[in-house]
């Protein structure tokens, strides 16, 4: 009959202190582990999607488009908003998150480094546009004829700007290869000029005779340190 007691207390014998604290330790450092990365797979899934629905918006409301497969994946090269209704509230919730995204702490969309043309000529772009166009990572080309555009935009371009932005202080755009201003009448020459000095490398067109002359090979010019808005 003891032995029958003894035997009773040893199937009901738990868990001691020190074993329930490791296994709870063990079970923290485990999730520790896990938990960053189901956050970041999250993370980057709904960035994805966000990607996929703005730049489906974006195609849709330019008249043109460009775009280049990278590992199967569809990704901007170039959009053409010519006479389109974009407005301030496209640009800033769709190419501003993508280029200077809340949820990548203002970095932006690594499917945005292959987009290096902007064409905005005959929309309502004026300088309220401007700071979330900066940021764009490859932007090379960019055309803003016949908008509304002055010398706070210039300045901008240019690094000479002294306000903050949502990206900072502003500096140069020195991947910038052609700027088109055709027909903004509220720009003025200092401003051009500045952004001449600022950026010798980016190949200025104030008229359609600048555009019928521009010669794409000006663009690497300045690799042998000539400047491709001087004269020949």
Not at 28 to 35: D, E, P, R, S
Request: glycine share 4%; proline share 4%; net charge negative.
């Amino acid at each position: 009959m003891k032995f029958f007691r003894s035997k009773c207390g040893a199937k009901q014998r738990g868990f001691s202190a020190a074993e329930i604290m490791v296994t709870v330790a063990i079970a923290g450092v485990m999730a520790a582990m896990i938990l960053p990365a189901v956050i970041n797979t999250k993370r980057m899934t709904k960035r994805r999607i966000d990607y996929i629905q703005y730049r489906d918006f974006l195609r849709a409301v330019a008249v043109t488009f460009q775009e280049t497969l990278h590992l199967e994946q569809p990704l901007l090269v170039s959009l053409d908003f010519t006479s389109t209704e974009l407005n301030f509230d496209h640009c800033k919730d769709y190419l501003g998150e993508m280029f200077y995204s809340s949820m990548m702490n203002g970095f932006a969309f690594p499917e945005m480094r292959y987009l290096n043309e902007l064409n905005f000529t005959d929309t309502a772009y004026d300088d309220k546009w401007t700071q979330y166009i900066i940021p764009a990572p490859a932007l090379a080309h960019l055309h803003l004829d016949r908008t509304e555009i002055t010398d706070a935009t210039l300045a901008q371009i240019s690094g000479d700007a002294e306000e903050e932005f949502i990206y900072g202080r502003a500096h140069p755009m020195s991947k910038l290869k052609t700027l088109s201003l055709v027909q903004c009448s509220n720009i003025t020459k200092e401003g051009i000029q500045r952004v001449r000095d600022a950026i010798p490398g980016c190949y200025i067109i104030l008229s359609q005779g600048d555009r019928d002359n521009f010669d794409e090979n000006k663009l690497y010019e300045e690799q042998s340190g000539k400047d491709p808005n001087d004269p020949e």
